[in-house]
């Protein structure tokens, strides 16, 4: 009975690889665009006290604070309520984007904030201006500072696409529960789907390991 079942499993996998397909597609484009948002916002809100800073952390706090299958809810089912129509892959994009960018936003924050405020002020004092210093002295030491929290950030958004599911997407989780329709073995199933979001997660866990070691080991000095 295992080997009916796994030659009905292999009779999926092309739809295994499709699954596999969107979900790096969505969450390359939810990483880029989220990085952005991210980046940006962060700047932004390492001003502390300032009116956009307020702004930003009520952005922060409402989407770090509820969970993302509401905030996808909110995207696909109400917005189109008020004339918002998007597609379920938009939808998804937008979401994903907007849930990475506001973890990504504290992360930069609370670089730039752990960069010497000694470095901005000598780069002042020879003439440049507030944003020049940032562009050119703070902002590479804190992206610098922040990459392996960023890149752990990325796994964690690869991992929360697998809720895009529930809103008819054909990633690997739904290419999973159409399979374990036909295929009831839940083990053999679902173990697959485990072994596929590794394959994409590990390139980054790795990526993640090596440069976390180089920062302890000072080899990455600012």
Aim: charged share 10%; proline share 4%; net charge neutral.
């Amino acid at each position: 009975m295992w080997g009916f079942y796994f030659d009905q499993l292999m009779n999926s996998m092309p739809m295994f690889y499709k699954g596999m397909g969107v979900t790096v597609a969505i969450s390359a484009l939810s990483l880029v665009g989220g990085t952005i948002i991210g980046v940006i916002t962060g700047i932004l809100r390492s001003n502390k006290g300032t009116f956009m800073s307020r702004i930003l952390s009520i952005y922060v706090d409402f989407m770090r604070g509820t969970p993302f299958l509401i905030q996808l809810f909110i995207i696909f089912f109400i917005l189109p309520e008020f004339g918002l129509q998007m597609e379920a892959l938009t939808a998804a994009v937008v979401s994903l984007t907007l849930y990475a960018g506001s973890y990504i936003c504290e992360i930069v924050s609370a670089s730039i904030q752990a960069v010497p405020s000694g470095q901005e002020e000598a780069c002042r004092s020879l003439g440049h201006t507030r944003n020049q210093a940032m562009i050119l002295v703070v902002l590479p030491q804190a992206l610098r500072m922040a990459l392996p929290a960023l890149v752990g950030q990325y796994v964690l958004l690869i991992k929360d696409s697998s809720i895009v599911s529930v809103i008819g997407l054909t990633d690997i989780t739904r290419a999973g529960w159409l399979t374990v329709q036909r295929v009831p073995e839940g083990i053999m199933v679902f173990g697959l789907v485990g072994i596929l979001y590794f394959v994409v997660c590990y390139p980054l866990i790795q990526l993640s390991n090596i440069l976390e070691k180089k920062f302890s080991t000072g080899e990455m000095k600012l």
